[in-house]
């Protein structure tokens, strides 16, 4: 069975400060891995994804990723947050291939505020 | 180019009662994908719709039925509400066989 882990349900930090928001995932496959955003009462914006090739990944609004096959893991990253990055960031997998292809296991999710 | 749109964007039913939502996939995409949010969670795979077949299904009960039409606009069906059933109902939409996937908007289904 496929599972997505984010580490932390809450990350506050201070505006221009950088950050990290970490995910990691257990799969018997091999996997595509992406990263959303959701604003209050809205629905999920793809921020970025990985599906093979170079193992960082660049997204919208400044946002990358790294994949690390050997710790399962996918970290989404920004040198410099600002106020308007206040959001709740969701990791999430699908299958490469196979029975599974398509269907996304979605993290808990992380409420990022970022202070003034 | 229109999204993914959700209708209606806010529903309160009673237990018991039945509800439909709809989704219209994004322009392009034949491929469309049911998510349940309940509150403080991440969002939960119900089932996928294409070629007007369900075509996978997650651990949700039979009360959970789908449509897809034609034109690949989809409904979602909950029979026999609970409680429990209170969430945020996302569509997406994709085109089969390429990982791009678009969300809507979402439901939000308030049961009392």
Redesign the interface.
Known sequence: AQS?TQLDSQVPVFEEAPVELRCNYSSSVSV?L?W?VQYP??????LL?Y?SGSTLVKGINGFEAEFNKSQTSFHLRKPSVHISDTAEY?C?A?NAGG??Y????????TILTVHP | DAGVTQSPTHLIKTRGQQVTLRCSPKSGHDTVSWYQQALGQGPQFIFQYYEEEERQRGNFPDRFSGHQFPNYSSELNVNALLLGDSALYLCASSVQGVSGYTFGSGTRLTVV
Do not use: D, H, I
Request: glycine content about 16%.
């Open positions: 997505v595509y992406f959303y009462n809205q629905g999920l914006q793809l994804k599906l969701f999430a699908t029975t599974s398509g269907k996304l296991t979605f993290g808990q999710g």
